[in-house]
């Protein structure tokens, strides 16, 4: 490829609503270019790089057994009412009415489908195990698309079903998608982390995701250095950080703290560490008629320590509360307590609630909390004496940095990633619901046991650049740069030499496979270099009137920036020895 046949257009400065490093660099590098808000035209520079890693996840895909097919952008309604996620499913998901007044979704995902697929194809036992997968567009209605290709509301995604006769298959299937998933990410030269995950809305109960690691990451990792557990802060357990509960030593009292609402303000005023305080948070479960209509609500008294948050994942598993749980309004507060939130606690209700506590607050003595009465506190608080015991004790807070490992072998540390892939073993969730089965080798039907496997192919380029840049642009790992090698001639229009030895160079790298483009635009050498630069080209060639009447040509990798002098007989050779290195 010549640069001057193809569309090389760049940016000194990103669009002012660029908001995050890969979103402006690729915008100043003419790899995308916005259309409307999370909705972008790839360009042909960015296009490059995304068939790169389409190419590599095919490569991989297919040798674990996987076989591609192509399902629609458009879905019906009819699929999705059978497993019940058109009502499930919130605004994030765009439907619409065909002309004959039809429902019709556009895919944010495509389980019904390929479930759809199982049931129609799939009849025998003996045609197990099989795995489809494709890579398609999806759109999703984010309520605030951000951060460019990061989340954006059109997007490509690679997603992977397996259909397996049992447990124990689908277990081997699983495993062979996580270790394909490994080999995708290491070759595409990503420093990432698998981590046990929550299922979320889509099912299942076993679920790793692969983060690529980056500062500027939406997700925590949590991890422990002294041993392979890795898991996102939404499951990492938190254990108890006292072993059993004290003793309790002093009397309970109600304490004064004016204007006081929050345990940090508390804490101070008492002169005592925020880790004597426990926080108060109301949640409320609804019990709903055929109607919708509500017909019962509990409230729901969750205590967590004062340095510590909630988990909001993990409340959503506490037994009888569930994930549809709100927060309570300051109307059923008041009701329920008898003043706003700020001086709430356990001690005194007016009306019943269920108490939920954290392991680590079950295990607290001569704590401190709310009165229900504003501008006052309790301290020296202790179960059993002052208040019952809690009707639940459970994980329910995310860890901290510190925190002792679930495995025992060391305390976590806590990173930022970017969520790039997904495992999930689905079971037979969707196949019950859709009727999808099989005839086993006892002649009875059963049941598909499913898994799903998600890349998201577009935010992979997002990730890597947010992972491997610097102040001068891009720095792609070579396996997705939008082309491996960059010849610079310098003075093309000039100098007949030049023109010769860097075309002579083009050829014998593209003849030995290389992707090569060589810059033949005639720019001064400093536009040239910064162009580069900025698109991440791993490696440059440059090439002179001057060098070459030294016996020299220039060679320099992005990453690193050092320069080698070397001659141009030689150059070719080395190239390709640093590419296949």
């Known amino acids: 490829m010549r640069a001057s046949q193809f569309h090389l257009f760049t940016l000194k400065e990103a669009p002012s609503d660029a908001e995050v490093v890969s979103q402006k660099l690729m915008l100043r590098a003419g790899m995308i270019r916005k259309v409307a808000a999370g909705i972008y035209n790839y360009m042909p520079m960015g296009l490059r790089s995304i068939r790169k890693v389409e190419a590599i996840i095919r490569d991989e895909l297919d040798r674990a057994g996987a076989m591609e ?9 009819e699929l999705w009412q059978e497993t019940g996620r058109w009502d499930k499913m919130g605004p994030e998901m765009l439907r619409f009415k065909d002309r004959h007044d039809r429902d019709f979704a556009m895919q944010p995902t495509s389980e019904e489908v390929v479930t759809d697929i199982a049931r129609q194809e799939l009849k025998s036992y003996r045609q197990l195990p099989k795995n489809f997968y494709q890579i398609q567009t999806k759109f999703r209605d984010e309520r605030r698309p951000r951060f460019g290709v990061m989340r954006g509301r059109e997007f490509v995604m690679k997603d992977a079903y397996s259909f397996d006769r049992d447990a124990e298959a689908a277990g081997r299937s699983y495993d062979n998608m996580y270790a394909t998933y490994c080999r995708i990410f290491d070759r595409i030269g990503l420093e990432y982390r698998a981590v046990a995950a929550d299922t979320g809305a889509i099912g299942g109960d076993r679920s ?43 009397a309970l009292e109600k304490t004064p703290t004016p204007g006081k609402a929050t345990c940090a303000d508390v804490a101070d005023l008492l002169q005592v560490g925020l880790d004597t305080t426990v926080k108060s948070l109301v949640l409320a479960s609804d019990e709903t008629d055929d109607k919708g209509e509500v017909v019962k609500t509990t409230l729901w008294l969750l205590l967590v320590r004062g340095d510590h948050s909630l988990n909001e994942v993990k409340a959503g598993k506490i037994e009888g509360l569930g994930s549809d749980f709100r927060f309570a309004t300051e109307t059923e507060i ?40 504003e501008d006052f506190h309790y301290t020296g608080v202790n179960w059993g004496r002052d208040l019952p015991e809690p009707d639940f ?24 990633g970017i969520e790039v892939g997904h495992v999930f073993y689905l079971g037979n969730k969707y196949s019950k619901a859709m009727n999808a089965s ?16 998600g890349i998201g192919v577009t935010r992979i380029i997002g990730a890597a650049i947010e992972q491997n840049h610097d102040e001068r642009g891009i720095i792609w790992p070579a396996a997705i740069a939008p082309f491996e090698v960059v010849i610079c001639g310098v003075g093309w229009g000039k100098s007949e030499l030049v023109r010769d030895e860097a075309t002579r160079l083009y050829e014998t790298l593209k003849s ?10 005639d720019e001064r050498p400093g536009v040239m270099f910064a162009d580069w630069e ?12 001057r060098g070459l009447k030294e016996g020299m040509v220039e060679y320099q990798t992005r990453r690193d920036g050092e320069q080698h002098k070397l001659a141009p007989a030689d150059i070719a050779a080395h190239v390709i020895a640093q590419l296949r290195a």
Do not use: W
Not at 232 to 242: K, S, V
Not at 438 to 453: A, Q, S, T, V, W
Not at 512 to 521: F, H, N, P, S, T
Not at 534 to 545: F, K, S
């Open 208 to 250: 790793h995701e692969f983060q690529v690691i980056a500062d500027t990451g939406e997700d925590a990792i949590v991890y422990c250095p002294d041993s392979d557990y890795a898991a996102n802060i939404e499951l990492a357990e938190a254990l108890a950080l006292q072993a059993v509960r004290g003793e309790a030593r002093v």
């Open 512 to 521: 030995a496979g290389i992707d090569v483009i060589l810059d033949d635009r």
């Open 534 to 545: 900025l698109i991440g080209v791993p490696h440059r060639v440059t090439i002179g009137d």
């Open 393 to 416: 004790v459970a994980d329910i807070r995310n860890v901290v940095e510190g925190d002792p490992s679930p495995d025992g072998k060391g305390v976590l540390a806590i990173q930022r």
């Open 334 to 373: 008041i009701e329920h307590f008898g003043c706003k939130p700020g001086y709430l606690g356990p001690i005194g209700l007016r009306k019943p609630v269920r108490v939920v506590a954290d392991r680590s607050v079950a295990n607290m003595a001569d704590f401190i909390c709310g009165a229900n009465e």
């Open 438 to 453: 099989f005839l086993d080798i006892d002649g009875k039907p059963k049941h598909f046991e499913m898994g799903c496997y």
């Open 69 to 77: 097919v192509v399902m629609p952008i458009v879905q019906p309604a």
